[in-house]
């Protein structure tokens, strides 16, 4: 069932041939690595104006999951929210991006807000924004080695010592 979001989006130019489906009453795109940044760019000119959200997902544990036809699935997948002030209309993009090459474009010239949502994506899963004006950790050390939210990441490799902490009894 396609809403008139739906149908209305998917015949916008740049839109047309990026699969699609709705999820939950809600408008989801797949577009590929080689189409995203022009996705986006036709969601913006749409009325897309906020990016609300950008993440990155790590589905090393679910690689049958459900996709469109045409999407294969890869271990990472970064998923944009975009809002439309105007029109009160929420679309949701969803990019697979594989585990032997984590990249993909920024959206910092489109959308100057991501900036820091892909610098969290970089150090929390690997995943580099190419083109991105300051693609460093933002949340973990500069020498912090892995990234903690992959789904293959040892867990408890560093003991943390808090200040103030109470010492054994």
Same mark, same amino acid.
């Given at each position: 069932?396609?809403?008139?979001?739906?149908?209305?989006?998917?015949?916008?130019?740049?839109?047309?041939?990026?699969?699609?489906?709705?999820?939950?009453?809600?408008?989801?795109?797949?577009?590929?690595?080689?189409?995203?940044?022009?996705?986006?760019?036709?969601?913006?000119?749409?009325?897309?104006?906020?990016?609300?959200?950008?993440?990155?997902?790590?589905?090393?544990?679910?690689?049958?999951?459900?996709?469109?036809?045409?999407?294969?699935?890869?271990?990472?997948?970064? /998923?944009?929210?975009?809002? +439309?002030?105007?029109?009160?209309?929420?679309?949701?993009?969803? /990019?697979? /991006?594989?585990?032997?090459?984590?990249?993909?474009?920024?959206?910092?010239?489109?959308?100057?807000?991501?900036?820091?949502?892909?610098?969290?994506?970089?150090?929390?899963?690997?995943?580099?924004?190419?083109?991105?004006?300051?693609?460093?950790?933002?949340?973990?050390?500069?020498?912090? *080695?892995?990234?903690?939210?992959? &789904?293959?990441? +040892?867990?408890?490799?560093?003991?943390?010592?808090? &200040? *103030?902490?109470?010492?054994?009894?």
């Amino acid at each position: 069932m396609t809403s008139n979001l739906d149908s209305d989006l998917l015949s916008f130019p740049g839109l047309a041939q990026v699969p699609s489906a709705t999820v939950r009453g809600g408008l989801v795109l797949f577009p590929g690595r080689d189409s995203y940044v022009a996705a986006l760019a036709a969601l913006r000119d749409a009325g897309f104006a906020l990016c609300s959200d950008l993440c990155a997902v790590d589905y090393l544990e679910h690689p049958d999951r459900e996709l469109p036809p045409g999407v294969e699935p890869e271990r990472f997948e970064v /998923v944009v929210n975009l809002t +439309s002030l105007e029109r009160a209309e929420r679309v949701r993009v969803r /990019v697979q /991006v594989p585990a032997g090459d984590p990249r993909l474009a920024t959206l910092f010239g489109l959308y100057p807000g991501t900036e820091a949502m892909e610098r969290e994506a970089f150090d929390m899963f690997g995943v580099v924004f190419e083109d991105h004006p300051d693609m460093t950790r933002i949340l973990m050390p500069d020498d912090w *080695e892995g990234h903690p939210l992959r &789904k293959d990441y +040892s867990v408890g490799r560093i003991p943390v010592q808090f &200040k *103030e902490a109470p010492g054994p009894r």
